[in-house]
């Protein structure tokens, strides 16, 4: 399976921009598109294909401990965002969310509130990425909130967002609470009988499903208004009109059903490994810096700035591992990480940042390849560039608005 996935002698350490696809999706996506059947057909074709959407349904339901019914299949992440922001979102109100969301949540929400941008509040957040409660409780407090938006773990850091005490006080003010969980959903555990958001998104692609499929969870019983994106034939209960991707469908339930098998055993493994690799980095780099609060992160992501070694030197250096400068999703735009720059580092900083994420298929030999090469890389960008190695002053630490300063 490996040898299908990775070039050759490659370290893939880039789960957070994709994870390879699980056995078991392989399986399922080429048994669905062996087979003929539109999901909506009364046939026995038809029904076949019905029967595949069915149990992906279930396992995914399975692995947030929801009902099959609360989930709508959508192109991906980014369509469920808009989905859910569009449809929770009243206008004349107040949309809180913080500027380390995913752009496919910070720019529906500029957009959503482009008539009048005093709508949208963007919580403060600290040099650890995580967001300020307090700050959320007063805005609350202070303005008329239909929706908090905040994710349950950022794709950059890894960072954990706590969505409980955040449901507990925007509920109580009348607000619902989407959260954009696209890169904890089969990483971590997630009981949605316990976590009582309104709305979450996921992608299957992060947890070893294929890519373009995804899902928007729309608790029952929360009072949403019909603001569906896509009008079509009715399909998944009108809420996302147009033929199910059935193969895509049928891939993302086995990899759910896969990766909530292995969910408690994966993390720990994948755990060891992130930690044996930042050991391992500090040990050779001794001045590179770990973002993040350290202790409430994904078990797989690693944000290391490695000062005076820009990230596109670094990764250029060393073609054998697959990692990334900030957020792959955003790496095709010019300009530094918002989030990393949300959270006070410098320019130089974020620019000299590399994301290493790992996964359910990455080995030991992975990890040690990736540091040998990357210690190596940054030692040779270093010696080329000349980079001014002394602390930036504070007043040189600017923190860009990310919602003014576009990042994709
Ligand atoms: N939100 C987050 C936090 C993400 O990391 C991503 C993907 N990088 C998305 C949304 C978009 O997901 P998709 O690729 O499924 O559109």
């Given at each position: 399976m490996t040898d299908r996935i990775f070039a050759a002698g490659t370290a893939y350490l880039d789960y957070n921009a994709t994870a390879p696809l699980r056995p078991e999706a392989f399986e399922a996506v080429v048994a669905a598109m062996g087979s003929v059947g539109n999901?909506?057909?009364?046939?026995g074709p038809g029904r076949g294909a019905g029967r595949r959407v069915d149990a992906a349904r279930r396992h995914l339901a399975n692995l947030l401990n929801c009902?099959?019914?609360?989930l709508v299949f959508t192109s991906g992440a980014t369509e469920a965002n808009n989905l859910a922001l569009r449809a929770a979102f009243a206008s004349r109100t107040t949309l809180v969310t913080s500027p380390l969301e995913h752009p496919a949540v910070l720019e529906v929400a500029k957009e959503l509130t482009a008539?009048?941008?005093?709508?949208l509040k963007l919580l403060p957040v600290d040099e650890d990425g995580v967001v300020d409660l307090d700050a959320l409780e007063r805005s609350l407090a202070t303005a008329t909130v239909s929706l908090v938006s905040l994710m349950?773990?950022?794709?950059?850091?890894g960072v954990l967002t706590d969505l409980a005490p955040v449901v507990k006080l925007a509920h109580e003010a009348g607000a619902l609470v989407h959260t954009d969980a696209t890169q904890l959903v089969g990483r971590l555990p997630l009981d949605l009988t316990d976590v009582d958001v309104d709305l979450l998104s996921l992608s299957a692609h992060k947890f070893g499903g294929p890519q373009g499929i995804g899902a928007l969870f729309m608790r029952r019983g929360?009072?949403?208004?019909?603001?569906?994106?896509i009008f079509g034939g009715g399909q998944e209960r009108g809420w996302r009109a147009g033929t199910l991707n059935v193969p895509g469908i049928a891939g993302a339930g086995a990899a759910a059903e896969a990766a909530g098998r292995m969910l408690d055993e994966e993390g720990a493994r994948i755990a060891r490994l992130r930690d044996e690799l930042e050991r391992m980095l500090v040990e050779e780099l001794s001045d590179c810096r770990i973002n993040g609060a350290l202790t409430d992160r994904l078990p797989g992501v690693s944000s290391v700035t490695f000062r005076g070694a820009t990230a596109d030197a670094v990764l250029a250096s060393m073609p054998e591992v697959a990692a990334s400068e900030g957020s792959a999703c955003s790496?095709?735009?010019?300009?530094?990480s918002h989030v990393l720059l949300a959270m006070g580092r410098s320019r130089e900083e974020a620019d000299c940042t590399v994301r290493f994420s790992l996964g359910f298929a990455t080995t030991a030999d992975d990890v040690k390849r990736a540091v040998a090469a990357t210690v190596r890389a940054v030692r040779k960008v270093r010696a080329t560039m000349s980079i001014d190695l002394t602390p930036p002053r504070p007043s040189a630490v600017r923190r860009p608005d990310p919602i003014t300063e576009r990042t994709s």
């Open positions: 999901a909506s057909s009364a046939h009902s099959p019914g609360e008539a009048a941008p005093s709508e349950a773990a950022n794709n950059e850091t929360s009072d949403l208004p019909y603001r569906p994106l790496s095709g735009a010019p300009g530094p």
